[in-house]
């Protein structure tokens, strides 16, 4: 079974697809740690303003989800 990061975004695995730098993160590990660290920085600020009880909600409604969207 062949599954892909376009896979895991369409079934809701995943939020997003990070772009690597040329050559693969492994060619530049910095870049790389710079790009996920800026995609956490995001994913958090987007949660700063909801409580705790929207993003549980939010949370168990992901995982509830996933499989069940065929994208």
Do not use: S, Y
């Not at 376009?6 to 790009?35: C, S, Y």
């Amino acid at each position: 079974m062949k599954i892909t990061a376009q896979d895991m975004l369409r079934f809701g695995v995943i939020d997003q697809i990070l772009k690597e730098p040329a050559g693969g993160a492994h060619r530049d590990p910095a870049a790389m740690i710079t790009t996920t660290g800026d995609a956490i920085a995001q994913a958090l600020n987007d949660l700063r303003n909801l409580d705790p009880d929207a993003i549980r909600k939010q949370r168990r409604q992901k995982f509830l989800d996933i499989g069940r969207k065929l994208g």
